[in-house]
């Protein structure tokens, strides 16, 4: 589900109908779906989502005079496709060449660059010699890496990586996943940095004469919108206060970080993030109270002060301290959660219940994902998720008031990540990221029929979209989900969904099935024309807005359709990965 990446990430069923989880397709060595235009399947082939991991070849950057650099670094984007673009073209990988091979191998010693471990600067011009299947060099970021032994073990097939072969592919890399990590991914690949080249500075232009007309500067702007803040005390508490010169929606939201006098604040804004960081002037107590007018585009965070007294000063400004930058520019922040309860859902399913640290406080917007991270075999691995409620019936305008986290998780025995998270006991830890994704609520203000297309996990974003639909959208008169599945016992809160289809005459919902067992008399079979134009209604004088999240093919399948049969970009919202 990650139109944004909304969508879980597991590892991938055998049926495309069975899951929406993207990463873990490449796992099992099966790829599906229509490619994409990009060699964005390179960076899904690097989705293992591992974090990095410098240690072992520190002594060479440090050779080299590598700058050290957050990741993901500014640039990278994590963005919705365009409707019914993946960004991914997968390939069926040879037996045993999934993504734990990949990793076994990478970790077998093997010299994978052909340099016996020497680094090198490399130039443009050598660059360009390694531009075949069988010596393939690409750059990432200032970073070059010989991918030829990963040709065989790239999700997206050898087409793809060349199409970054002998060059520069960080633009193409950086078109979706920022959260993807190539550096551990292909840390045994590295071959070098490329060489620094010194660029000439341009002539000064000429003097204006008098008789050269003026040059036309485009005046100041009358004031600057950019967020600021200020603060106050007393002598038991401190006031932070951020000033967001302009409305803040209701997908906005603030994450709070107190950790060891460290105060980390984030707000997003829409597509952008204005950041507080720093250390506070004295200590203070855990406890943090965060008040927002919406409205009025301000927020207000107060904190107990373990000590009488007056500040001098709020604290030290540290990195990124008082900046406001695109989100998707803005480095990937984690904070250990504890895990509190593991609830069944179906035979393969759970939801975990994740508890936020003491001085965290973050609310998930509706339609947003966040990062799970965890150190396996000794590699960090990143895998996205779509927060739901504790359940359908507990979902209310209380369940605000929960600061857990409540993540429904398919869990596959040949998978990397979701084995791992299935191991895990109750007050073992979790690494879990601030909300991301670009979903929003606001295309949904005026919407009188909503529409939900999803495939296994791919209900997971769909179920708050539900509750929000019904709880906070007056205009909405309908909300239909048409819910794909293997078999029934793959159907996924299907008792809630029932009961609450049975007692709400504004909900409606209907399953697929694409292998049932005999006795099944619902629909059944795969999404197809016939299909959508029974359940898709467009009532005269209605406004319709059509949301679907699941695998890869059944994405793209489902938007084509969607877009032959009359709705438009603007009423079709893709998650997808």
């Known amino acids: ?38 060699f964005i399947t390179l960076l899904n082939s690097l989705i293992s989502g591992f974090l990095p991991n410098w240690g072992c070849l520190r002594s060479g950057y440090n050779m080299l005079n590598i700058p050290t650099q957050a990741f993901p670094a500014p640039g990278s984007q994590q963005r919705v496709a365009p409707s019914g673009q993946s960004g991914r073209n997968k390939v069926a990988l040879k037996p045993g060449h999934s993504l734990m091979d990949w990793i076994r191998f990478s970790k077998s010693g ?56 002998g060059m520069d592919g960080t633009d193409l890399f950086d078109q979706v996943h920022r959260w993807v990590n190539y550096e551990s991914m292909l840390k045994e690949c590295l071959v070098g940095r490329m060489a620094t080249i010194t660029i000439k500075a341009p002539m000064p232009p000429p003097a204006v004469t008098g008789l050269a007309p003026p040059q036309m500067v485009a005046p100041p702007p009358d004031k600057d919108s950019r967020p600021r803040y200020d603060w106050f005390q007393t ?17 906005g939201c603030t994450i709070v970080d107190l950790k060891g006098g460290v105060l980390r604040l984030e707000v997003l804004l829409g597509k952008m993030s204005y950041m507080i960081h720093l250390s506070l002037a004295d200590e203070v107590e855990g406890t943090i109270d965060v008040n ?32 406001f930058l695109r989100k998707k520019d803005r480095a990937l922040h984690y904070r250990d959660c504890v895990l509190v309860s593991k609830t069944e859902v179906n035979h393969n399913t759970h939801v975990f219940r994740l508890q936020l640290p003491h001085g965290t406080v973050m609310h998930v917007p509706v339609g947003k994902h966040v990062y799970l991270k965890a150190l396996i075999k000794d590699t960090e691995v990143v895998r996205p998720y779509t927060p739901v409620d504790q359940s359908l ?27 791992h998270l299935s191991s895990l006991h109750i007050s073992d830890c979790v690494s879990v990221s601030g909300p991301e994704g670009t979903f929003s609520v606001r295309p949904l203000r005026d919407v009188t029929h909503l529409y939900l297309l999803a495939a296994g996990t791919g209900f997971t974003p769909m179920a708050r979209l539900i509750q929000h639909a019904l709880q906070d959208m007056d205009l909405m008169r309908k909300t239909k989900l048409l819910f794909f599945n293997r078999r029934e016992e793959d159907i996924l809160w299907r008792c809630e969904l029932d009961e609450l289809a049975a007692n709400s005459d504004r909900f409606q919902v209907e399953y697929v099935l694409s292998a049932p067992y005999d006795g099944w008399s619902g629909r059944m079979g795969r999404v197809e024309e016939s299909m959508l134009e ?10 319709c807005y059509v949301c679907v999240c699941g695998p890869t093919a059944f994405t793209e399948i489902s938007i084509g359709l969607l877009k032959q049969q009359g709705f438009s970009e603007e009423e079709l919202h893709a998650f997808q990965g």
């Open 1 to 38: 589900m990650l139109g944004e990446n909304q969508s879980d990430s597991d590892e991938d069923s055998d049926d495309d109908d069975d899951d929406v989880d993207e990463d873990e397709e490449s796992e099992k060595g099966s790829r599906k779906g229509p490619n994409a235009s990009s």
């Open 235 to 251: 002598d038991v508490t401190v006031h932070l206060v951020i000033y967001a010169k302009r409305k803040i929606p209701s997908s």
């Open 393 to 419: 019936a507990a979902a209310s305008h209380n369940s605000s008031q929960d600061s857990d986290l409540y993540i429904m998780i398919k869990v596959y025995p040949d998978g990397v990540f979701t084995p």
């Open 292 to 323: 927002t007018a919406f409205s009025v585009g301000k927020i207000q965070l107060s904190i107990r002060k373990q000590a009488k007294g007056k500040w001098t000063s709020l604290g030290k400004p540290l990195e990124s301290h008082n900046t």
């Open 534 to 543: 029974d359940f898709l209604t467009r009532p005269e004088g209605s406004k």
């Open 110 to 165: 093997k010299d994978l660059t052909g340099l016996r471990g020497r680094l090198i600067e490399v130039t443009k011009e050598e660059l360009q010699k390694h531009n075949t299947r069988d010596d393939c060099w690409t750059c990432i970021r200032g970073m070059v890496y010989n991918v030829t032994p990963y040709m065989d073990y790239h999700p997206g097939g050898e087409e793809e990586l060349m199409k970054a072969a």
